[in-house]
């Protein structure tokens, strides 16, 4: 098992048909996942690289193919407008990986998805990856941007603000022959659909992870949030980093969400709230796998 | 992004939100006429403003030794002299750093009669995801320390973004306040017009610290936003062209609209040892390993992921124009992008900018033997790293020679 998707899961794309959705559609489906349908309004009836048929909505390619899953490619200024039309469609699962879209938007967006079946993954994320059983993990399920290949499946849980930092740590697992459950980039937005919080508890819950290796950054408080639910209920060890600790107060280090404002957010009060929890704390983050092992 | 105080009350006054009057100028002529237009009005005092983006503007000295930022003035011909003393000027402040802001901007207006202050922001409440509005009875301070001694004497009220704020927790907040009487009402339409900047506006940050109690001409009492702050959601300001043109590149560092053009994401620290980094994750944890082995990093600089080889060229030369910059070190982690091509990148690079600073590279991933084999075959001096904690201890030790 693993969390919110299995090498089973049927994936739609939104804004299969651009570049960057292409090019990533053709990566997952190369990695063996369930890429079933494409959405690009107008271009309904057209099929992507000869093999995913698209259509104009979420619903109609929703309601042909089975997809339960939506995977969103689509510019900024488009794609609140395009994760409600998969909430319409009452998908269970949007994964957006757009960067750049406003915060207003994603205010709106999530005051809208209040009540709704549909959880949202971003934006502004890597994506999800549940390795496969194949080489290089091929079978997976792979939403998103992340490379497929530095996976190996196995029984820890990894999940993060940042790709790249994903990727370091899923990597530093599997050169260490540790495999993963199911890797989760939750974006570095601001507003985003699921919190580490909401992530840690599908862990928690999940008989295939073993061990979690939590991620952080600078800004907002998800973390320390994340470390006192754990410190009471999480039956699983916990390992994790924050990243930002030389960060200059009051300015947006790349991400939006990463900003240490009036004091707020700073990694000192993350990697304390950690502490606190029992959480591993790796000083560096060359030591991410090290850290959680050492604790299993 | 950034905007003037003027620029600000020129937005928030597109809103309702009543501010002095006065106007921006960029000579001392100029600053003399408005003052007189102010004082012909019948205003007992006016205020010179100068306009740059950081705080502690009227506790700033100027590199010329005129004392004070933000100068009260009683006749037309002081505010003359002030301009004078300001324009063209640097101002060092606590939030400016040693270096300073240029003044090249003043904003003269009329200085009201203050019987109160209190303090007004509207920011993103990011618990909750939703927009936050703030007041205090404690204006004209630093709010954090208010937040920090007093925290009972901030109070406030979220707003649900499906229906905007609502005219009860506009009076809710000014009764909050300690308004009364007609003041209420006047409060309670001010403070929706300051969330409404905030909001169309696609505002990060709105604050108006002092929002003063006045006495007005004719004796009554008014609100006012003496000052205020706002900065803007980049991501948001492709569909506000008015806001865009707001922006003031002087108060911007160089290095850092560079990069932009690249759309690389660069910002210029103190240290010595830059950083080139693929991730906005990774790059900060880059800087904070660089820190943990003893050094001190020079820049953030995220390069994207995909960057190209002429992005990694643009790269180079920005880490390179600062002058405190003694050694580099590339982390790369290739999930998707080729190393190879990145490493071809580097060597080219290097080349280009015929580099002399020792150079640690680390790359992982994609492609990752024939990367490594062309920084070997280039036969320049590249010290590989195998991991970031190895990367990091070499450029630090490399440095330290």
Not at chain 1, 50 to 71: F, M, W
Not at chain 1, 167 to 179: C, F, K, P
Not at chain 2, 301 to 313: C, I, N, P
Request: proline share 4%.
């Amino acid at each position: 098992m693993a969390i919110l998707v299995t090498p089973q899961s049927k994936i739609l794309v939104q804004g299969i048909t651009g570049t960057f959705g292409a090019r990533h559609t053709l990566l997952s489906l190369a990695y063996g996942t369930q890429v079933v349908a494409g959405v690009t309004p107008g271009k309904g009836g057209q099929l992507f690289e000869n093999q995913v048929p698209i259509y104009d909505t979420v619903a109609e390619a929703a309601r042909q193919t089975g997809a339960t899953v939506s995977a969103i490619f689509v510019p900024p200024p488009f794609a609140g407008d395009a994760i409600l039309e998969a909430v319409d469609a009452e998908l269970d699962l949007v994964v957006c990986i757009t960067e750049g879209i406003p915060v207003n938007d994603m205010v709106k967006v999530k005051r809208a998805m209040q009540g709704s079946r549909t959880r949202l993954i971003g934006p502004n994320c890597p994506g999800i990856v549940t390795p496969g059983t194949g080489k290089d993990s091929h079978g997976g399920c792979r939403i998103g941007i992340s490379p497929g290949y530095i996976h190996k499946q196995g029984n820890i849980g990894v999940v993060s603000r940042s790709g790249t930092l994903t990727y370091e740590a899923v990597w530093q697992l599997t050169s260490r022959g540790v495999g993963q459950s199911t890797c989760i980039g939750i974006g570095g937005d601001p507003v985003n659909g699921t919190s580490h919080l909401d992530i840690i508890k599908m862990f928690n819950e999940d008989p295939a992870t073993e061990g979690i290796i939590m991620i952080g950054e600078i800004g907002g408080s998800a973390e320390e949030e994340a470390a006192e639910w754990i410190k009471n209920n999480c039956k699983k060890p916990v390992a994790g980093f924050i990243a930002g600790a030389t960060a200059p107060p009051g300015r947006r280090m790349g991400h939006a969400g990463a900003i240490v404002s009036g004091g707020k957010g700073t990694a000192a009060a993350k990697i304390q709230a950690f502490r606190d929890a029992g959480i591993g704390i790796a000083a560096t983050p060359s030591e991410m796998a090290d850290t959680l092992l050492k604790m299993m | 992004m950034n905007i003037h105080e003027y620029q600000a009350k020129q937005l928030l006054a597109q809103y309702g939100v009543a501010v002095p009057p006065g106007d921006v100028c960029s000579t001392p002529e100029a600053a003399l006429a408005i003052a007189e237009r102010l004082f012909a009005k019948g205003e007992k005092l006016v205020v010179v403003k100068s306009q740059i983006h950081a705080g502690g503007r009227g506790k700033g000295t100027f590199k010329s030794g005129f004392q004070g930022g933000v100068k009260l003035c009683k006749s037309a011909a002081e505010v003359h002299e002030k301009a004078k003393g300001m324009l063209g000027q640097v101002l060092v402040t606590k939030q400016t750093g040693p270096e300073g802001r240029l003044v090249s901007k003043l904003l003269v207006a009329a200085a009201p009669a203050i019987r109160k202050e209190l303090y007004l922001a509207v920011l993103l409440d990011r618990a909750a995801s939703r927009p936050l509005m703030m007041v205090s009875t404690e204006g004209g301070v630093d709010i954090e320390e208010v937040a920090e001694k007093t925290p009972e004497k901030i109070i406030k009220e979220i707003i649900d973004p499906a229906v905007g704020m609502m005219p009860y927790q506009g009076r809710k907040l000014a009764v909050a306040l300690g308004l009364k009487g007609d003041l209420i009402a006047q409060g309670a339409k001010l403070l929706m017009g300051v969330y409404k900047t905030w909001w169309e506006c696609d505002a990060a940050m709105v604050e108006i610290n002092p929002l003063c109690i006045i006495e007005g001409a004719d004796g009554k009492e008014g609100l006012v936003a003496v000052d205020a702050k706002i900065g803007l959601d980049d991501n948001a300001l492709y569909r506000h062209k008015n806001i865009l043109e707001m922006r003031d590149l002087a108060e911007e560092a160089p290095l850092e609209i560079e990069a932009s053009k690249f759309n690389l994401n660069y910002i210029k620290l103190e240290g010595n040892i830059a950083c080139l980094v693929n991730g906005a994750g990774l790059a900060m944890a880059t800087m904070d390993i660089i820190q943990h082995f003893g050094g001190s990093p020079a820049n953030f600089l995220d390069v994207g992921g995909g960057a190209s080889k002429d992005q990694v060229t643009a790269a180079f030369k920005i880490i390179l124009s600062d002058p405190n910059v003694k050694g580099i070190l590339v982390n790369i982690f290739g999930g998707i992008m080729d190393c190879n091509v990145i490493a071809t990148g580097i060597v080219s690079a290097v080349r280009e900018t015929g580099l002399k600073l020792p150079l640690v590279v680390r790359l992982e991933g994609n492609n990752v033997e024939a990367g490594k084999r062309t920084l070997t075959e280039s036969g320049m001096t590249i010290i590989s790293g195998d991991s970031m904690a190895d990367a990091a201890q070499k450029v630090v030790k490399a440095v330290g020679k």
